[in-house]
């Protein structure tokens, strides 16, 4: 399998370090893309310096070798942008951090991951915290 364009999305968790380092040894390894991604939920305030953590998360990529790195901000409900973005980018593996909800607070506030993974068009992979 040949992977030209791996989508990564964010969401400036603790562990989303350690997701950008998972993708970018994977795009190193496989020659890809990396486009890393942050939506910004309709319901919650602008977050503030998210350029600023994106621009620390793309140099974290390139500093682990991944010579093609992108970055790209997108508002709305995450789940179907991440599918979306999927979708024009052509992304031939989404790469997204699984936070490891359950029971109650799963059902009351949904998992993103979980949607990702039943709806993308493409392979997805979890990272576990």
């Keep these: 399998m040949t992977l030209t364009?791996?989508?990564?999305?964010?969401?400036?968790?603790?562990?989303?370090?350690?997701?950008?380092a998972y993708a970018a040894a994977l795009?190193?390894?496989?020659?890809?893309?990396?486009?890393l991604l942050y939506v910004q939920e309709a319901a919650t305030p602008a977050a503030v310096g998210v350029e600023?953590?994106?621009?620390?998360?793309?140099?974290?990529?390139?500093?682990?070798?991944?010579?093609?790195?992108?970055?790209?901000?997108?508002?709305?409900?995450?789940?179907?942008?991440?599918?979306?973005?999927?979708?024009r980018q052509q992304a031939d593996l989404i790469v997204i951090g699984a936070?490891?909800?359950?029971g109650l607070s799963r059902f009351l506030m949904g998992n993103t991951a979980e949607v990702v993974v039943r709806t993308a068009p493409c392979p997805t992979m979890l990272v576990r915290e």
């Design 52 to 87: 600023a953590e994106l621009s620390a998360h793309r140099a974290a990529a390139q500093a682990a070798g991944a010579n093609r790195v992108s970055v790209n901000t997108l508002r709305g409900e995450a789940a179907p942008q991440i599918v979306a973005e999927a979708r």
């Design 99 to 102: 936070h490891g909800q359950t």
């Design 5 to 20: 364009t791996i989508l990564c999305p964010l969401d400036f968790s603790a562990a989303s370090t350690a997701l950008v």
């Design 27 to 35: 795009a190193v390894g496989t020659g890809a893309e990396l486009r």
